[in-house]
């Protein structure tokens, strides 16, 4: 298979990497956070760059990957908020 046609699996899709990130800004708050993030996205979209994407199709899945770092926060919320319930 020819290299234009091989296409890398999709950040937001790469469950560890987004179990990672989220658990590190779950430790994080305020400017730190916002920091780490921004550095992570510009490391992710260079790599994606890199791969031979544009620029506009890495800046999306970038997108898709922040989205996917949010719902992975609010899962664990929602697993943490949840009572135990004993007999």
């Known amino acids: 298979m020819s290299p234009e046609k091989v296409r890398a699996f999709p950040i937001d899709r790469q469950v560890f990497l987004v ?4 658990a590190k800004l779950d430790n994080l708050h305020g400017e730190t956070a916002t920091s780490f993030w921004k550095a992570k996205a510009a490391e992710l979209l260079d790599l994606i760059v890199r791969s031979g994407r544009d620029r506009a199709a890495a800046n999306e ?15 664990d919320v929602v697993v943490q908020a949840t009572p135990i319930l004993s007999a």
């Open 19 to 22: 179990r990672e990130v989220a």
């Open 61 to 75: 899945e970038v997108r898709r990957f922040f989205l996917a770092v949010q719902r992975e926060l609010v899962a």
